[in-house]
């Protein structure tokens, strides 16, 4: 675990420059690199996404923080930085907590309302380059979850285990190193998306392959997600006895 890679000295107190904040950074970066350069390979106009950069930043931004707070207040081991700061902890993330479920729903929304106005076919090739760079970029974020402790498995002493040293994470046994899992996963689905992209000209056929086959790795790793006892969880298990079943693994289906 590396969850702050600088502390500056600031006064008598320190300013630490976190793993998660920076990766985050450099995925959303790298989507935007990604996209450029696919849509330059395939002759497909990005300059809507670089016109709407800021907003679809600030949407992205808003609902990955709005869905967390949804999702986990009330929650004590999710929610005591929201819970003791209500206001300023949403803007300022002093948790670095963030629901990679509700970026999802943000971005689409923004996608889906900025493209109304739009060709199908066009929306479709933009789609396909989109999902293509969001894999891309998801594999930096995940890599960054795992150092920061933002996405930790279950209890595990096999092969595969993690011990986790981490502020945020309430553990004193070692742990499946789930944001791996999901980044390796991650790296081949984007890399078979970009063949299906080079050898199929069919629009959206990417897109949807892409969205099948990370809907599909989502649902499964969801199991091994420790912190996916959210609220969703605790409904659908008032109503089912069956509480495992959480907002990502409904997002997935």
């Known amino acids: ?20 904040g920076v990766c985050l950074t450099l995925a959303f970066a790298l989507f935007y690199w990604m996209l450029y350069r696919l849509g330059k390979k395939y002759q497909i106009n990005t300059a809507f996404f670089t016109v709407n950069l800021l907003s679809f930043f600030l949407v992205t931004f808003f609902t990955s923080r709005l869905f967390h707070v949804l999702l986990y207040i009330g929650i004590p081991t999710k929610s005591a930085f929201l819970t003791d700061y209500p206001f300023w902890s949403f803007l300022l993330t002093p948790d670095f907590y963030f629901s990679f479920g509700g970026a999802l729903v943000g971005f689409m929304a923004m996608f889906y309302y900025r ?20 894999l891309f ?9 795992f150092f920061g402790g933002q996405t930790y498995g279950i ?22 190193p789930l944001a791996i899992f999901y980044a390796f996963f991650l790296i081949l689905i984007f890399s078979f998306c970009y063949i299906i992209k080079k050898l199929r000209p069919e629009r959206g056929l990417a897109a949807g392959a892409g969205a099948l086959l990370f809907g599909i790795m989502w649902f499964i ?19 089912t006895d069956w509480k495992l079943f959480n907002f990502n693994q409904l997002l997935s289906l």
Request: hydrophobic content about 45%.
């Open 155 to 176: 209890k595990s002493e096999g092969l595969f285990s993690v011990d986790y040293y981490n502020n945020f994470i309430l553990a004193d046994f070692p742990r499946f």
């Open 115 to 134: 493209f109304m106005e739009r060709d199908v076919a066009d929306r479709d090739d933009a789609l396909d380059i989109t999902v293509i760079s969001g």
């Open 1 to 20: 675990m590396y969850p702050e890679l600088y502390n500056f000295s600031l006064g008598d107190s320190t300013v630490p420059i976190m793993t998660f």
């Open 221 to 239: 790793g969801e199991w091994w997600n420790d912190a996916s006892a959210d609220n969703f969880a605790y409904l659908f298990g008032l109503l």
């Open 137 to 145: 970029a998801s594999i930096v974020g995940y890599i960054g979850a």
